[in-house]
């Protein structure tokens, strides 16, 4: 079976091109959370028809980036702490067993690969001195690539597809600063150790540490804005 990464699909209709224009710009916050979405705005903002226009929301809903409140119309998600808490439980199932199946199944090369690219962040973020971490999106980002070197497909199209922008919401716009940076990049350096080791169980309880860490990190942030609003 053949390994198909959404990313890797080429942009080739107007759809295409305003969906991913429009994801990097709720992802990164450029269009905020919980604002309503206005079809005529947006149309003009990314020079689209409204017929590949409203295609693309379609497609932003199927990935939970836009939801649709009765008697209000579409906005895009909000950020809060009962949907981080709902969507972090599945992503540690889940990428725990992409952590398990990767270590059977990923080819030697890719985790070399996967060792170059931590490097490369160290090298390009500031991470020693625990101010940045930021990944970008695909094959730059690590718990992508490792998705990926589950090869299974229905994991892929669960994690790479349809919840992926939304984890990357929520990690882009809290993103993580301090003593919490450098924790993070050793925790990735673990977890391809034990898949580098074919060791599964620990690399599947690493990354389940790793995204509890993570969870508990924005949580705070949360409730840091929470009470200074």
Known sequence: MQIVSPLERSAITSSDRVLFEIQRAIVEGDIAAGCKISEPEL????NVSRAPLRE????????????????????????????????????????????????EQMPD?????????????????????????????????????????????????????????????????????????????????AIINAIANRDGELADLLMRRHIGASRKNIELRLQTEKETS
Do not use: W
């Open 43 to 46: 149309a003009r903002r990314f």
């Open 56 to 103: 693309a929301l379609a497609r932003l809903e199927r990935c939970h980036l836009i939801e649709r409140i009765p008697n209000a119309g579409a906005r895009v998600v909000t950020l809060s702490l009962e949907g981080l808490i709902s969507l972090y439980q599945i992503r540690e199932e889940l990428e725990g067993l992409a952590c398990r199946l990767a270590a």
């Open 109 to 189: 090369n890719e985790i070399d690969e996967l060792r170059l690219l931590l490097d490369k962040h160290l090298e390009t973020q500031r991470v020693r001195e625990g101010e940045s971490y930021y990944q970008e999106a695909g094959d730059l980002d690590f718990h992508y690539r490792i998705i990926l070197g589950s090869k299974n497909q229905y994991l892929i199209n669960m994690l790479c597809d349809e919840l992926y922008y939304l984890v990357r919401m929520y990690r882009v716009q809290m993103g993580m600063n301090g003593p919490r940076v450098s924790r993070a990049f050793d925790e990735h350096k």
